[in-house]
């Protein structure tokens, strides 16, 4: 069988999978605005409450702000998939789609896509709201495109972490236990709400070297008057994305093919 | 081999023994009950042969696949219910049924088709259009089954599937069941009750801890499992030992300890007569004060098997080989 011919079922079983979840969302739309609500107070927080203390030269801080906590708003709804998983591992729910004769990667895939289309509409939501606390775009309609692309396969990227882990905790709580860890640490050790060069010279290492990092700063070059290295900003962050998605994919279809209770 | 096929399997989570030697075979056509109590390793046995788990040692083969080796063509055969299974509540019952078949590589025409015979044959059409999330419990387990039907497994396997129905559901679903074993399939089911296995199966299979301990047809189950359990009550409780002791070398059951000084076993069929025994006990200076005989239903019967067994895991059960 040609290669095309062998991924044609494999894709029709995902598609189906999706639509699966999707109607979730058409009996459902209310999810949505939960996962909006925890960026959304921390904007209005880091907007009216913090933001007043803290001084970047040249830019007005809710123009600063914004786009990571679009980023952050990415990164916290994909950490949340892992949690999910494990409950319905635990619980047996997953054991009618593991004896159907439909590939572990395709069941995995579909969870990450399905969250992807959701954050198809996150994003915009999110420019909408920074857009309301006076957020100041400044760009063509193609850079906030390609911004928001690139916060979409970042969601990717933390999509598969988080599935990862929730198949080796196993359980719910330490699941959401350590995803929170990593929303914390992976948002604010970031140039997200301050700029790295304020922080201890030990942490500016890591800081700058984080892909959150990244894709913020090739946001705000993208959508604000900030200006910068752009292209060295996307490259550094798709190379991030890419080495976590080989990673961690391969890791997670084999930990999931060999999950037993 | 068409069926299943199964070679001491062997499973254990840290020191407990799931399954210790678990050997048996199903033929296409054949419905085949494995009878156990809570425990026993059911279904732990229906994990591994539905490629959910993998045995420590052994080795299975389902519709002529092994499980570990061939998992993804055993999956293109067969059919689970599982114990719990929680159904996506958000869909309707029809919607669910859909999404199965197509992740089962069914065509469209004959998708619609099985569907619409499914939801009439399991009473569903009803609430088809209605989300699974407003269905009761008896609802929930028929669409379940009839969930795990489509695309006519050649091998189903079928975990306590009437838990939660009331009689009239139990009754069609077993019609269900007697019909794909008729119509070729092997058919396993996991039950608690002897009462279920009667009714169904060509042939039973008792689990406790992990081993079988008995196997046959029904009627030959019911036949050893005996016609009577007796309990005796002893004078003087520290002879209870000694008359364990007795009755072990009269090739009676070990019995099950509750009080100290009753004695209780179940009389099978190569037993000797209560009257034998009784003459046992005495020429071995043991005072009986008290003796009970009742007729046990095939559950209570089966229950003391069991029992028994947790009792002793050592010793052979010499009663009831």
């Known amino acids: 069988m040609s290669m095309l011919g062998r991924l044609r079922q494999p894709t029709a079983d995902v598609i189906t999978l999706m639509q699966r979840l999707l109607i979730r969302y058409r009996r459902r739309p209310d999810v949505i605005i939960f996962i909006l609500i925890q960026p959304f107070i921390l904007l209005l927080l880091f907007r009216y409450v913090i933001g007043g203390a803290i001084h970047i030269q040249g830019v007005n801080y809710v123009d600063y702000l914004t786009p990571a906590v679009v980023v952050l708003a990415i990164i916290n709804a994909s950490s949340a998939l892992g949690g999910g998983l494990a409950e319905d591992l635990t619980s047996g729910a997953v054991d009618r789609m593991r004896v159907l004769p439909i590939t572990r990667s395709g069941f995995l895939t579909s969870r990450v896509l399905y969250d992807t289309a959701r954050n198809l509409f996150v994003i915009p939501l999110m420019w909408l709201l920074g857009l309301a606390v006076g957020f100041h775009f400044d760009g063509t309609l193609g850079n906030i495109v390609l911004g928001s692309l690139l916060v979409l396969a970042l969601g990717v990227a933390f999509a598969w972490i988080s599935i990862l882990i929730g198949l080796w905790s196993g359980s719910l709580e330490a699941t959401q236990a350590l995803a929170i860890l990593i929303f914390v640490l992976a948002g604010f050790v970031s140039s997200g709400f301050v700029p790295v060069a304020t922080m201890p010279s030990w942490l500016q290492g890591i800081a700058n070297s984080s892909p959150v990092t990244h894709v913020d700063n090739a946001l705000r070059i993208l959508t604000t008057s900030a200006s910068g290295p752009l292209t060295h900003e996307v490259l550094a962050a798709l190379a991030w994305i890419a080495a976590i998605v080989l990673v961690t994919i391969p890791l997670a279809v084999r930990r999931y093919s060999r999950y037993t209770r | ?321």
């Not at chain 2, 070990?254 to 099978?268: R, T, W, Y």
């Not at chain 2, 089966?302 to 947790?310: A, M, N, P, S």
């Open chain 2, 1 to 321: 081999m068409q069926g299943i096929e199964c070679k001491e399997l062997r499973k254990a989570y840290g020191e407990v023994k799931a399954l210790d030697g678990v050997s048996f075979v199903a033929e296409p056509g054949e419905i085949l009950a494995l009878l156990g109590p809570n425990g026993s390793g059911k279904t732990t046995t229906v994990r591994i042969l539905t490629t959910l788990s993998t045995p420590d040692s052994g080795s299975a083969r389902v519709a002529g696949r092994d499980v570990v080796r061939d998992a993804p063509r055993v999956r293109r055969a067969i059919g689970l219910t599982a114990q719990e299974t929680i159904l996506d509540s958000f869909l309707t019952g029809g919607e669910y049924l859909d999404i199965v078949a197509r992740l089962r590589h069914i065509p469209r025409a004959r998708r619609k088709e099985e569907i619409a015979e499914l939801l009439t044959e399991f009473e569903l059409d009803e609430i088809a259009k209605s989300p699974i999330g407003g269905y009761s419990g008896g609802m929930r387990r028929r669409l379940d089954v009839a969930t795990s039907l489509i695309g006519k497994p050649r091998v189903l396997f079928l975990d306590e599937p009437s838990t939660g129905l009331d009689p009239h559901s139990r009754e069609r679903m077993w019609d269900a069941i007697r019909r794909r074993a008729h119509e070729g399939a092997t058919v396993l089911l996991t039950t608690q009750y002897m009462e279920e296995a009667d009714a169904l199966a060509r042939s039973v299979v008792v689990l406790t801890q992990g081993q079988i301990i008995e196997r046959g047809t029904p009627d030959a189950l019911k036949d050893n499992i005996g016609s009577s359990v007796v309990e005796l009550t002893l004078a003087d409780p520290d002879q209870r030992s000694l008359a364990i002791t007795s009755l072990a070398e009269s090739g009676e059951p070990s019995p099950p300890g509750e009080k100290p000084d009753v004695l209780s076993f179940v009389l099978v069929k190569s037993s000797p007569s209560l009257l034998t025994i009784l003459q046992r006990l005495s020429t071995d200076g043991i005072e009986v004060t008290d003796v009970m005989v009742s007729r046990p239903t095939l559950d209570e019967a089966f229950l003391y098997l069991t029992r028994k067994l947790e009792e002793t895991p050592e010793s052979q059960p010499a009663g009831i080989r």
